[in-house]
């Protein structure tokens, strides 16, 4: 049984591997007897090199004919992670070198691992999981111990517990604990509610991270084919494909490529690119980033075995981030709260002097304090009942449910914008983006569909037709397959059931690839069996050309380059023509190849050179040096990519919410300016000297002059990333609010240095992704667009919140002021202003934060970077409601037992409901800032209906139920009526005001920022 896994041993002779024989032949006849007749056979299977032997067995079942592995191999996990960590050259050639870990590994170097559930799983089982280990949750209890860590919350407690103290040794613990018992409970109460929602939203932040991570993809290739998985899904004996921007997923070993260079300043903290190749540094860590080149590797260690596994596991999953809008709503509260505790203590102190000075009545009409008479007792119970009084003033006045508010409509704002294909990574993007003025986009996949596909060919100055491969010279077609087959990143794979070959890579590549393959019919094998790649530079976004030497069996070599027409063209001297025939280029001709390339660029094609040298200094073999200058001219492709679906609109939706929409590209003048004028940023009848500019042309103007024309240019054709960034600079030197859409690794500082990046999901790598504030999943422009209206959402729901709350808070303690100073007592209780404190915090937040972006939000012109968080509009709104408030509550304190015939009790309890229903009717009102009809799409919010229905319900139940809790008395319908007409006054008042014009800049200053 203890053959049921593989053993190593090093150095075996001939005489140890006939003994490891017969111990196969002894242990397969004992496996078939423990099978009990089942007709199952387990076949051993002998394996060795250089310095190991290894044992395993095959089960092969005659009833399906599936094999299977009972066990796969034995190696110790922790010295090959520890090597590879290590970067241990001399204990990689112990085990055999890279070959030999990968037949240990039972992986096959050029189909890779078979993808059957069962090897995967028995991988995972055996080497673990490509996942980290994360430090747990934040608790429920740990949000409910924060809570009660405020400070006005404890004093609360604290007065609470010498009320409960003191009412019972007066009145007996039947009577005496209501007053300080009741406020225990809707402290507790409070704080359970408020450690909930935050507990919720943690949740649900800790969710989305882990989707958004869970995005990331590799490809891996695996039963012969490349295929896309997540980085979680990994297993050890997996071969990657790694090209320039991609995350190394863990740590392995180099198989093959050419010039592949990572990027370890994350594991080492050098900026130097390290070179990777497998004669000396053949070690892959994970987290690294590939900068240059291209290459297979073997994943030896996932997880937490890796390098990167060790610094993950000591990152907490709490994020402390706070986005700017939070950051400057809690200073809003910071003042706010100084006025409110302002208010408080003199509160306070008006009580204190009335109380002492006798000027004060209890429930029954007597004095409360008279000098000499009155028990301590009694008198401590009214200091601490002033004193939780004054307290809860401070509780309502501090708005702390302004960052609550932040973080609920970004947590739902971010789950929605997930479903349409908008990852969130920075919590800030969303609100900033909904202040963006300009965006910046690339053209290729995010305003076309990135569907490439060959549509002309033109060999020498004539352009090819169908079946092109019948009627080119055999010495030119020869060239093309060299010069396409070699020089890719693509990949062409043939498996044995089907005839149609499989490709696969960037969409260029694949549409250049298929193009050769089924139209110029290239034998990818046989063109690879018979050449070797001597050289390679990899294509980037500054070179725009990538370049491959070769040399084939006959000794020849040959220089091949790829890339924009112009750039090749310009390297040529000569070129082919379909009869074989290499001539030289004259000017002539070269203004003629220009046209050509003019002409495919007018009908929005990306327009693809090829050329070609023969190189006879055989000492190029040894210098690698790839020729550049003095090709021929092998041919012109046109790839069309369609404009996506829809884009026009999208880029129509931006003029008319005010927002600059700027095309930036790699692609030549002429093609820029097809897209531009067929999706709309450039009107057909518009100056396009002023709009298109070319990358060289914007760079060599001088600082003036890129400031003048900066918000004049639409377009930047064949543009570099240094020239992107630049662009940039510029706008945000002139005070806009940028968003910038990247997809390669060279947009990263362009992406980075946006007030908004916007990377790619589909064709972005992983060093765009990881620059970027949000993801577009779909690479769609029209995603682009609803994140802008989502921004504008949480901003716009973030102010209707704003206006709500200061409106209660000015309210309550105008009320609470005035009522201490003229009567002596404030009419609402501490246990009143605590639910109301509920409803304006989290309820209310709840309510206004999730409401859905609406059209009109894209009719409005941009916030900017230096617009008020309260505007001018908002002030109208709010003074106008809480001046209403002010005044009917007031009458009702001081007028309300003559206008009803009640008592004081009875009194209060009309103030108390009047001002939460006001509360209830308000936040409709706040739900339309300019909007007159406050209905308008409110069915599809029925989270907003649900909480206002709830918030009514426990009212009721507050006013009619909890008599001692709430120390209110139960109310006839006449009364209910008569607060439900006071409160729905709001709705006409909130109509009226807004037909005073106002503009929505700034009308007093507040310290937002």
């Avoid at 189909?111 to 089982?125: F, N």
């Avoid at 401590?380 to 002033?386: P, Q, S, T, Y």
């Avoid at 203004?591 to 006879?616: H, N, P, S």
Wanted: proline letters at 3%; charged letters at 20%; a neutral charge.
């Amino acid at each position: 049984m203890f053959l049921d896994k593989a053993h190593s041993v090093r150095k075996p002779n001939k005489r140890l591997r006939k003994i490891f024989r017969v111990i196969y032949f002894v242990v397969s006849l004992a496996k078939k007897v423990i099978a009990n007749g089942k007709n199952t056979q387990f076949l051993p299977r002998f394996s060795c090199g250089p310095s190991y032997v290894a044992i395993d067995f095959q089960a092969i079942d005659d009833v399906d004919d599936k094999h299977r592995h009972v066990c796969l191999f034995d190696i110790d996990q922790k010295a090959l992670s520890e090597m590879v960590r290590e970067k241990n050259f001399n204990s990689l050639c112990q085990y055999g070198g890279v070959k030999e870990v990968a037949t240990i590994l039972e992986t096959n170097m050029n189909v890779g691992i078979t993808a059957k559930e069962s090897d995967i799983k028995y991988r995972i089982d055996v080497f673990g999981s490509n996942t980290y280990e994360k430090p747990p949750a934040k608790s429920f209890l740990s949000f409910v111990f924060e809570a009660f860590k405020d400070t006005t919350i404890i004093i609360l407690l604290v007065c609470a517990v010498f009320s409960l103290g003191f009412g019972i040794k007066q009145h007996g613990p039947t009577e005496g604990w209501y007053d300080g018992g009741s406020i225990i409970v809707a402290v507790i109460l409070v704080v359970v509610v408020s450690a909930i929602s935050n507990f919720k939203q943690s949740r649900q932040f800790d969710k989305l991270s882990d989707e958004s991570s869970n995005l990331m993809k590799v490809g891996v290739v695996r039963k012969g084919h490349r295929q896309p998985i997540s980085i979680f899904e990994v297993v050890v004996g997996d071969i990657v494909c790694l090209k320039i921007g991609d995350q190394v997923p863990a740590d392995g070993l180099f198989l093959d490529g050419h010039s592949l260079k990572v990027d370890e300043s994350s594991m080492t903290g050098e900026s130097d690119y390290v070179e990777v190749n497998e004669t000396d540094n053949p070690f892959l860590l994970s987290g690294t980033m590939v900068t240059d080149g291209y290459g297979h590797m073997l994943v030896t260690s996932v997880g937490m075995n890796t390098a990167w596994g060790v610094m993950m596991s000591s990152i907490s999953r709490d994020s402390d981030e706070q986005t700017p809008l939070q950051a400057r709503l809690n200073k809003l509260t910071s003042y706010i709260g100084k006025v409110g505790l302002l208010v408080a203590f003199l509160v306070l102190v008006v009580l204190l002097i009335r109380y002492f000075t006798g000027n004060t009545e209890d429930k029954h009409g007597n004095r409360e304090f008279n000098y000499g008479k009155t028990k301590a007792n009694d008198v401590m119970n009214a200091v601490v009942r002033i004193v939780a009084a004054a307290v809860t003033i401070v509780v309502v006045a501090i708005p702390e449910g302004l960052p609550l508010a932040v973080t609920l409509t970004l947590a739902y704002s971010m789950k929605r914008m997930m479903v349409e294909n908008s990852m969130v990574r920075k919590l800030s993007a969303c609100e900033t983006m909904g202040s963006a003025t300009t965006i910046c986009t690339d053209k290729t996949g995010t305003l076309t569909l990135n569907q490439m596909k060959v549509t002309e060919f033109w060999l020498g100055k004539e352009v090819m037709t169908d079946k092109a491969s019948l009627k080119i010279a055999p010495n030119v077609l020869e060239m093309l397959h060299e010069g396409v087959g070699l020089n890719t990143t693509g990949e062409v794979y043939r498996q044995l059931s089907t005839s149609i070959p499989e490709i696969s890579g960037s969409p260029t590549e694949s549409a250049i690839l298929s193009w050769v393959v089924f139209d110029l019919a290239m034998d990818i094998d046989e063109l690879k069996q018979g050449h070797k790649i001597l050289q390679v530079e990899a294509f980037n976004s500054e070179k725009k050309r990538s370049g491959v030497l070769t040399r084939m069996d006959g000794k020849k070599i040959h220089a091949h380059w790829k890339g924009a027409a112009e750039m090749i063209l310009s390297m040529c001297s000569n070129y082919y023509t379909k009869n074989g025939n290499n001539i030289p280029m004259n000017d002539e001709e070269r203004t003629q190849f220009e046209m050509i390339i003019k002409d495919m660029a007018a009908k929005c094609l990306r327009c693809i050179a090829f050329g070609y040298k023969e190189v006879t200094d055989e000492s190029v073999e040894v210098s690698r040096k790839i020729e550049e200058t003095g090709l021929t001219l092998l041919g012109l492709v046109g790839l069309k990519d369609p404009s996506r679906p829809g884009v026009r609109a999208a880029v129509q939706a931006c003029r008319d919410a005010g927002v600059d929409v700027k095309m930036i590209t790699g692609d030549n003048i002429f093609t820029a300016k097809a897209i531009a004028i067929e999706s709309g940023i450039v009107k057909p009848n518009e100056d396009l000297n002023n709009a298109v500019v070319e990358g060289v042309t914007f760079r060599n103007y001088s600082d003036e002059e890129r400031m003048e024309k900066i918000n004049t240019i639409r377009v930047m054709a064949r543009s570099s990333p240094s020239d992107k960034l630049l662009m940039v600079k510029c706008l945000k030197r002139k005070g806009h609010v940028v968003a910038v859409t990247g997809d390669g690794t060279n947009d990263a500082p362009a992406l980075k240095e946006a007030d908004i990046g916007l990377s790619m999901g589909i064709q972005g790598t992983e060093v765009a992704k990881q620059s970027s504030d949000i993801v577009i999943l779909d690479d769609n422009f029209t995603s682009v667009v609803t994140v802008l209206k989502w921004g504008r959402c949480v901003y716009n729901n973030i102010q209707k919140f704003i206006q709500f709350q200061l409106t209660v808070n000015v309210a309550a303690l105008v009320i609470n002021f005035v009522a201490a100073i003229s009567s002596g007592e404030v009419p609402l209780t501490a246990v009143q202003l605590l639910w109301v404190n509920l409803i304006m915090d989290t309820l209310g937040a709840l309510a206004l934060a999730t409401e859905q972006p609406t059209n009109d939000l894209m009719t409005k012109q941009p916030v900017g970077r230096t617009e008020p968080l309260i505007t001018k509009i908002m002030w109208r709104n709010l003074i106008a409601q809480a001046l209403y408030q002010i005044t009917v509550l007031l009458i009702l304190e001081f007028k309300g037992s003559t206008i009803f015939g009640v008592n004081k009790n009875v009194k209060d309890t009309l103030v108390f409901n009047s001002f939460v229903l006001c509360q209830v009717f308000n936040e409709f009102t706040a739900r339309k800032m300019e909007e007159k009809n406050i209905f308008k799409g409110i069915v599809k919010n029925k989270l907003f209906l649900g909480i206002i229905g709830m918030t009514v319900v426990l009212q009721v139940v507050m006013v009619e139920f909890l008599k001692k809790f709430a120390d209110t008395e139960r109310l006839n319908w006449g009364q209910w009526v008569a607060c439900i007409v006071i409160a729905a006054m709001s709705w006409p008042i909130g109509w009226l005001v807004k037909f005073i014009p106002v503009s929505s800049k700034q009308f007093l200053s507040l310290p937002t920022q």
